[in-house]
């Protein structure tokens, strides 16, 4: 129930030892889009339904998406 950081560039990782009890504990994750996947995402909705107000007339619909979201291994190191 506490919010224990944004990892955002690498090595996209960060010390919860001062969250964890002892026991059993449950560990959310919250991943986020690239922002020009959510241009590209927007590009194809109506105007009224879009998350995002820009300015950038770079993407449409067509545009690739990008590779993005939790794309390796993830991995829960433990230490003394």
Do not use: M, Y
């Amino acid at each position: 129930g506490h919010p224990v950081g944004i990892w955002w560039k690498k090595p996209f990782a960060g010390d919860i030892t001062e969250w964890l009890q002892e026991g059993k504990n449950t560990l959310e994750v919250t991943i986020v889009n690239l922002w020009p996947n959510r241009l590209i995402g927007d590009s194809s909705l109506p105007e009224e339904h879009r998350l995002t107000k820009t300015n950038v007339v770079k993407f449409t619909p067509d545009t690739p998406l990008l590779p993005s979201g939790l794309l390796g291994p993830v991995t829960l190191s433990f230490g003394r």
